[in-house]
Antibody, heavy 116, light 113 residues
Framework: EVQLVESGGGLVKPGGSLRLSCAAS????????MNWVRQAPGKGLEWVSS????????YYADSVKGRFTISRDNAKNSLYLQMNSLRAEDTAVYYC?????????WGQGTLVTVSS | QSALTQPASVSGSPGQSITISCTGT?????????VSWYQQHPGKAPKLMIY???NRPSGVSNRFSGSKSGNTASLTISGLQAEDEADYYC?????????????FGGGTKLTVL
């Protein structure tokens, strides 16, 4: 069974940093592109970042470019999102999701709250 | 402002069919057959319902179908059931240099009357 479990969310002050993790199991992690998608409270889905299976290709939404860094460790079956210079508008549930052109499995999400 | 346009809400009675539209541009929906649809119940993670415009993942009911014409994709749910009440989001790959590589619609709330 495919499982994606996010962790690392919490309350952080504006300008602060946070590192999210996503632990994958039930599939060959190193064969799949992975993604971060977020959802602000009461709002819709927003794609954040994607990384190819071997980390050769990395993409970011304009809203996070230069502040967030996606990475993965295929030996540990883990996906990461380093978030720096956090803003109030980054407050959201962050989901990790598997896939290249669509997102076929999602984690349960981890809440990031940016507030003073 | 979302990159793809969906109606904010649709409704239907049990047994009826409804269609949710998703309008983009030639740089996303119209330019690629990488349109997908997601169902999200309150407090839950999204679930893939349709991928590559019209394909259903294993386990998704055949009451769900997808199509595309030009820059507009559509999700049709036939034989509406109470458990279909949820938010639905479309997504597309995009090549626009000023937008993310993947874009979502703003979401459509489906109410089963």
């Amino acid at each position: 069974e495919v499982q994606l479990v996010e962790s690392g969310g919490g309350l952080v002050k504006p300008g602060g940093s946070l590192r999210l993790s996503c632990a994958a199991s039930g599939f060959t992690f190193s064969s799949y592109s992975m993604n971060w998608v977020r959802q602000a409270p009461g709002k819709g889905l927003e794609w954040v970042s994607s990384i190819s299976s071997s980390s050769s290709y990395i993409y970011y939404a304009d809203s996070v470019k230069g502040r967030f860094t996606i990475s993965r460790d295929n030996a540990k079956n883990s996906l990461y999102l380093q978030m720096n210079s956090l803003r109030a508008e980054d407050t959201a549930v962050y989901y990790c999701a598997r896939g290249s052109f669509d997102f076929d499995y999602w984690g349960q999400g981890t809440l990031v709250t940016v507030s003073s | 402002q979302s990159a793809l346009t969906q109606p904010a809400s649709v409704s239907g009675s049990p047994g009826q069919s409804i269609t949710i539209s998703c309008t983009g541009t030639s740089s996303d929906v119209g330019g690629y057959n990488y349109v997908s649809w997601y169902q999200q119940h309150p407090g839950k993670a999204p679930k893939l319902m349709i991928y590559d415009v019209s394909n259903r993942p294993s386990g998704v009911s055949n009451r769900f179908s997808g199509s595309k014409s030009g820059n507009t994709a559509s999700l049709t749910i036939s034989g509406l059931q109470a458990e279909d009440e949820a938010d639905y989001y479309c997504s597309s790959y995009t090549s626009s240099s000023t937008l993310a590589n993947w874009v979502f619609g703003g979401g459509t709330k489906l109410t089963v009357l």
